[in-house]
């Protein structure tokens, strides 16, 4: 099948691009807050995929809820862990170690591409139909379809705020 | 796609108008390097220690308390979008369920002010051992404005 480069793809080439090359500088980077700044950046360009797949609520929330609330929270446990000089995180070389990272990562690649392949091939449309992913549209399936999901994700959230002050909190 | 051009030339502008105020008073700004302009200050103040210092963890819980409340905000919002112009059967049934939802969240958030988790006091928050030998003896001294040491 040849592919036609279309405004679409390039646009999905820059971004998906972008979005894999700050990915990389996320493990790739010795200094822990120049990590962060590639992960907001990572964030950031898989917000504006989501756009580009007319999920316009799934990337507003990408945006405010990691880009802005998630990494603020990442550079205070940096802040809080206080990672000196970077030489200690220097480790001996392990060929068992290196090996077996090999191994793992190749099968979890492998796991997630037996997932994504088949449907990805199938798929005659390019786009999702106008208003998919709109906040209208998630919003009427949440109280109709996934009402149990939906309180279920509220209690969740309720044992992560009582989790969270318990484990932060000294004296209560 | 036509609706996002609105957006890309709000961007488009807000970013060649950041790089022109950075760049043209770069580019335009008096340059006279003194030592004791380089120097690292901190509100005005020559800073005393160092800054990689450990942040207390009263940081960090605000800052979780934060995203979980941010992300139950997240789910109003998609419902506010269709509320308005729903049929009632509709309206009320998502009325109840958000209201149930509503609770949760209003006892997450008792319980968070109750046992006082946003309570900036460090005498909660901090190790006992570590609060005498930093906390108390700072709330007692006023802070000594130290003259530079570098340049003048």
Known sequence: ?172 | MESYIGILVLVAVAAIVCVAMVSLSWVLGPKKVTPYKSSPYECGVTPEGSARERFPIKFYLVAILFILFDIEVIFLWSWMTIYRDSEVSFQLFSFIEMLVYMSTWILGYIYAVRVGAIDWDETTSLDPAKLEDTVLPKLEAKPVLQPATEGS
Do not use: H
Not at chain 1, 48 to 76: N, P
């Open chain 1, 1 to 172: 099948m040849p592919v036609q480069v279309t405004p679409d793809l390039m646009i999905f080439g820059l971004l998906a691009g972008l979005a894999a090359m700050t990915a990389v500088g996320v493990v790739a980077f010795r200094n822990a807050v120049r990590s962060a700044l590639c992960l907001v950046l990572n964030f950031f360009t898989l917000a504006f995929l989501y756009f580009t797949l007319r999920a316009e609520l799934l990337g507003m929330t990408q945006i405010i809820v990691y880009t802005g609330a998630i990494m603020v929270l990442f550079l205070f446990v940096i802040m809080l862990l206080n990672l000196g000089s970077l030489q200690v995180l220097d480790e001996r070389p392990d060929l068992i170690k290196k090996g077996l990272g090999f191994l793992f990562g190749g099968a979890l690649f492998g796991l997630i591409a037996t997932q994504v392949v088949q449907p990805f091939l199938q798929t005659s449309q390019q786009f999702a139909p106008e208003g998919f992913g709109s906040p209208q549209a998630v919003g009427r399936t949440l109280f109709t379809s996934y009402v149990w999901p939906f309180e279920i994700a509220s209690i969740l959230l309720l044992i992560g705020i009582v989790g969270s002050i318990l484990l932060a909190k000294r004296r209560i």
